[in-house]
C-alpha cells in the first residue's frame, strides 16, 4: 500500500448546505476523489484537484470497491451519500467489500462521518413523532425478498413501533408501497397518524399530514420519507388552517 490514502464516508444530508456538518465539509475540502451516485456528486461544487467518479445506481459494491483501490493508491477518498451514510446508504457497501475483500483492503483507514437522516429531517418538520420508540424500514425489494419486508412490517405493527419507510415506491416498484398500507390496514386503527414528507429541506418539498385510512400511497417517489404513529402518536391542532403537529409522547400507555 503506498501512500497515506484513506476513505472518509460522508453524509451530504437531505439536501440543503446548511444541513451539511462542518466535518462532512471539512471532508469534501481535503478530498482528492469523490465518489457516489450521479445525484450526490452533483450537489458538490467542481474545484481544482478534485476528481468526480459518478456512477448509476444499485452498483454500491463497485463504487465501494473503486474507492478502496484509490485509497491503497494514496488517495483521500470521499464516499457521499444523501443523508445519513450509516442508513441505507454506502457505509455498509464500503464494509461489505473490506469483509470480503483481502489483508490489504481491511489495512486502508476508513472514517464514517454522520449526516442528517431524510427520517431525523422529517420528524423536526413535523414536530416530534419519534419521541418514543420507532424503527426504520426500506421497501426496496431488490436487496431483500417481500416476503421478509411484510414479516417485518406486521412485527413493526404488532410491537407498536412509529414506523419511518424509505424508498416507498419508485417506477419500477409502484405496488409496495400499496401493499404496506394494505397490510398496515389491517394491523392499525384508522386514525393513525401518518405523514407523507418529499424532498424535505429542498425547493420542491412537499408535506402531507393525514390519517392511515384516508392515506393516499401514490403520492409517493423515492424522494418520499414516510411516516406512520404508534398508537399512542397524536396530532395538535393549530389554528388558521396551519398543518397539524404530531408528536409521539415519551411516556408509553398514557392513553391517547
Not at 437531505?14 to 471532508?27: D, I, M, N, Q
Request: hydrophobic share 45%; aromatic share 6%; charged share 20%.
Amino acid at each position: 500500500m503506498s501512500g497515506a490514502g484513506r476513505i472518509l464516508v460522508v453524509g451530504l444530508g437531505p439536501g440543503p448546505a446548511h444541513w451539511l456538518t462542518p466535518e462532512a465539509s471539512h471532508a469534501l475540502d481535503i478530498a482528492t476523489d469523490l465518489i457516489g451516485y450521479f445525484p450526490y456528486v452533483e450537489r458538490i461544487p467542481a474545484r481544482e484537484g478534485l476528481v468526480r467518479h459518478g456512477s448509476d445506481n444499485r452498483v454500491e459494491l463497485d463504487r465501494a470497491r473503486h474507492a478502496l483501490e484509490l485509497a491503497k493508491a494514496g488517495r483521500i477518498v470521499a464516499v457521499v451519500s444523501g443523508g445519513d451514510p450509516g442508513v441505507f446508504a454506502m457505509a455498509a457497501a464500503l464494509f461489505e467489500a473490506v469483509d470480503h475483500g483481502d489483508d490489504e483492503d481491511r489495512a486502508v483507514n476508513i472514517a464514517v462521518l454522520p449526516g442528517v437522516s431524510a427520517m431525523q429531517a422529517a420528524a423536526a418538520r413535523l414536530g416530534a413523532p419519534l419521541g418514543h420508540d420507532f424503527c426504520a424500514i426500506s421497501l426496496s425489494d431488490n436487496l431483500k425478498s417481500w416476503e421478509v419486508i411484510g414479516r417485518r412490517l406486521t412485527a413493526a405493527a404488532q410491537g407498536d413501533f412509529v414506523i419511518a419507510f424509505y424508498n416507498p415506491a419508485s417506477r419500477a416498484r409502484p405496488d409496495a408501497i400499496h401493499a404496506a398500507f394494505k397490510l398496515l390496514r389491517e394491523l392499525k386503527a384508522a386514525d393513525t397518524p401518518v405523514a407523507f414528507a418529499r424532498a424535505v429541506g429542498r425547493e420542491d418539498e412537499r408535506i402531507v399530514v393525514t390519517t392511515l385510512g384516508a392515506a393516499d400511497p401514490s403520492i409517493c417517489d423515492m424522494s418520499t420519507l414516510v411516516l406512520i404513529g404508534s398508537s399512542e402518536t397524536r396530532f395538535i391542532a393549530r389554528p388558521d388552517g396551519l398543518s397539524p403537529w404530531i408528536y409521539t409522547p415519551r411516556h408509553y400507555g398514557a392513553g391517547r
